[in-house]
């Protein structure tokens, strides 16, 4: 029984994430389907990459990750299969696979198979659909499409260093508005050098340690920490902290370290 993830930004609303699954269903009834999530800003590659890069390390070896992000036809997008680490991924060529690994993933294919002009508006139930059963059933790249030798390239907004002060942004809000930056402890650890911080935010917003859990604060007080995705996280125990200390997507986040 082959894994197949989901991750779209189709939403929950409509129709179309449920005829996706019964797609892949048709074609492979045994199939075991995992939602990572439907919940993607329309388009928002870079969100989309946050989330999958988290999640896809968890899934057994073989597991196939089907993206449907910006995926609608274009002249100047192909479509492609990749695997990568021993995981398989199926999407669109617009960036999102610059932007999901750290390094240049092993095989990419471009997608050969027939467009059924039906679904010409929706390839996700078409092509996607075709090459991820595919791969699920233990099929080859090679038997899918044909090799390319680069990938569409997108660049993260990655933080600034200037001397003692890294300047980062939001780059991700969770279910329980935890607000999580794109500025990572490898880089936090890198530049501090076991000297104090403090973290800016906002017009007067600060925090001055790092917390190992979020109940280490008492309940309403917030915090900071690296949370399971080794990003710097802001919190509030028990609370929202993306509306309570106003904190969106893109908005600017500041550590200053002390000598």
């Not at 995992?34 to 390390?57: G, R």
């Not at 979020?214 to 929202?240: D, P, R, T, W």
Request: aromatic share 10%; glycine share 6%.
């Amino acid at each position: 029984m082959g894994i197949i993830t989901l991750t779209t930004d189709l939403g929950l609303k409509d129709f179309y994430q449920s005829a996706l699954k019964g797609s892949l269903l048709s074609l492979m009834p045994n199939v075991n389907l995992v939602d990572i999530t439907h919940e993607v800003p329309s388009f928002n590659i870079s969100y989309a990459a946050f989330v999958l890069k988290n999640a896809y390390p968890y899934f057994p070896k073989n597991t196939v990750h089907l993206i449907g992000i910006d995926s609608v036809y274009s002249e100047n997008t192909k479509y492609i299969a990749v695997k990568h680490r021993d995981h398989y991924f199926v999407g669109a060529d617009n960036g999102i696979f610059s932007l999901l690994f750290d390094d240049v993933p092993e095989d990419v294919v471009e997608l050969n198979i027939m467009q059924d002009l039906k679904y010409l508006h929706f390839p996700l139930v078409d092509i996607f659909v075709k090459a991820a059963t595919h791969l699920a059933k233990g099929g080859k790249l090679k038997e899918i499409g044909l090799p390319v030798a680069e990938i569409e390239q997108k660049m993260l907004l990655h933080p600034v260093i200037e001397r003692d002060v890294i300047r980062g942004s939001v780059v991700y809000i969770d279910t329980f508005c935890n607000v999580i930056t794109n500025i990572t402890k490898d880089l936090f650890t890198k530049i501090q050098k076991n000297r104090d911080f403090t973290l800016h935010f906002r017009k007067s917003e600060t925090i001055t340690q790092l917390s190992w859990h979020y109940n280490e604060v008492q309940e309403g007080e917030k915090l900071c920490l690296f949370g399971i995705s080794n990003h710097l996280e802001i919190a509030i125990n028990k609370g929202k902290a993306s509306g309570l200390l106003g904190l969106h997507l893109g908005d600017i986040v500041r550590v200053e370290f002390h000598s």
